[in-house]
C-alpha cells in the first residue's frame, strides 16, 4: 500500500511505497531524538531552546485564538 507524505514548501504531497515509508520514519524519529540529546549535553541548552520555542508557539496559539493551547504551551515552558 502507499502512505502519503506531506512535506513543507512543496505544492503537492509525496505518494511512498510502505517499504520505504517505514524505514525513513524509523530514521526521522531517531535523529530527531538524537539531535535533543546532542544539543542537551550537560549544560541544558535544549531547555532553554524549548522554553524560546514554546513561549513563540503561545503567542501564535494566541493570535489564532486558541487559547487552551496557547495555555499549554505556557504551562509547558514554565
Known amino acids: ?14 505518494f511512498v511505497h510502505e517499504l520505504f515509508f517505514i524505514p ?16 542537551d549535553g550537560l549544560d541544558g541548552l535544549a531547555t532553554g531552546l524549548m522554553m524560546i520555542a514554546l513561549v513563540a ?3 501564535i496559539a ?9 495555555l499549554f504551551a505556557l504551562t509547558t515552558a514554565s
Not at 525513513?24 to 535523529?31: I, Q, T
Request: aromatic content about 14%; charged content about 10%.
Open 24 to 39: 525513513f520514519s524509523v530514521l526521522v524519529f531517531l535523529s530527531s531524538t538524537n539531535a535533543v540529546n546532542l544539543t
Open 57 to 59: 508557539f503561545s503567542f
Open 1 to 14: 500500500s502507499e502512505h502519503i507524505m506531506i512535506v513543507p514548501f512543496l505544492k503537492n504531497n509525496i
Open 62 to 70: 494566541f493570535e489564532q485564538e486558541q487559547k487552551s493551547l496557547g
